[in-house]
């Protein structure tokens, strides 16, 4: 028969025993609910990354367009527009119309007196189209070489760039051309149509000119604009979205989706554009990758690693 002693002991002996093995078995009740993501894949669920706008997309042909950017401003179509003179020498009787109106081929925009027949006769709009400029108050003597009026057809209007030396080798006409508001409100693709033969002397630059449609009055004269000129364009057969490229690991990656989430995928790159870049190598015709908000992909990847450490 063992001793009080003895029984104690045995007793601690058991216990140790049994807390060992309940930790033991907690331990491994863990590892297979909650198990570890593969090195180098974002455990990122489609729903997660929907929530979260990754938006994802197929690699696929993609049209690479080179452009260089230009400055300008709109003008009125220089061929749709008339300067109004009186027919003869006279006094000017009554003005009609204002700047800014809207005027019919036909209208009266003033009416003179005759210095020789004091009679007054109507000046009358040639086109239908709106009234830019008005050199002419009711008392004022004028001849027919005063210009007293002018009026343009705005449903079209012209663009002019300036195009300095560093960019003359690249624009010719008939490039085209992506017109965009100062404040990105407005856009218009059209076809350089003017390239002037030379330049001018004060600021070291040639016009180039482009025509847009005016039918709803979007541009107005005087606006300033920019223009990216397309100066190459080709098919690439595999490219992206600018936005899914990301470095990683001194690396150029895309984040490719597969069955567990999102793997960094090392490409090689080649010609790009502002909506496109050519991938050469590392990436196949129909996979899909991470689009936009890639970068939401790298942060994951990087807290990954830094738990890990």
Not at 31 to 42: E, I, L, S, Y
Not at 106 to 125: F, H, K, N, P
Not at 159 to 187: I, K, Q, S
Request: aromatic fraction near 6%; charged fraction near 20%; hydrophobic fraction near 40%.
């Amino acid at each position: 028969m063992k001793t009080r002693s003895e029984r104690a002991v045995l007793y601690a002996g058991l216990l140790l025993t049994s807390l060992i093995l309940g930790a033991c078995s907690e331990k491994k009740t863990d590892t297979t609910t909650k198990p570890a993501a593969a090195a180098g894949v974002a455990a990122i669920t489609p729903q997660a990354a929907a929530a979260a706008g990754i938006q994802v997309a197929a690699a696929g042909p993609l049209d690479i367009r080179e452009t260089i950017t230009l400055y300008g401003t709109v003008k009125s179509n220089g061929e749709r527009e008339q300067n109004l003179r009186a027919r003869y020498p006279g006094t000017i009787r009554a003005v009609q119309k204002s700047i800014g109106d809207a005027v019919r081929r036909g209208d009266t925009l003033l009416t003179v007196e005759s210095s020789s027949s004091l009679q007054t006769y109507a000046v009358s709009s040639p086109i239908n189209g709106t009234v830019l400029d008005r050199k002419a108050n009711p008392g004022e003597a004028v001849n027919s070489d005063t210009i007293l009026m002018r009026v343009a057809d705005l449903s079209t209007a012209w663009v002019e760039f300036a195009v300095f030396n560093r960019d003359l080798g690249h624009v010719r006409p008939d490039m085209p051309v992506r017109v965009t508001a100062a404040d990105g409100g407005f856009l218009a693709e059209a076809k350089l149509n003017y390239v002037a033969p030379s330049g001018d002397a004060d600021n070291q630059s040639v016009v180039a000119r482009a025509t847009v449609d005016n039918a709803r009055n979007t541009w107005i004269p005087g606006q300033f604009v920019t223009g990216d000129v397309v100066i190459s364009a080709f098919r690439a057969p595999v490219a992206v979205l600018p936005s899914a490229l990301q470095t990683f690991n001194g690396k150029s990656v895309v984040f490719v989706e597969g069955p567990n989430g999102f793997v960094a995928r090392p490409v090689t790159v080649g010609r790009r554009s502002k909506t496109a870049v050519e991938v050469t190598s590392g990436l196949r015709v129909g996979e899909r990758y991470a689009a936009a908000n890639s970068y939401l992909v790298k942060a994951d990847l990087l807290k990954g690693e830094a738990e890990e450490d």
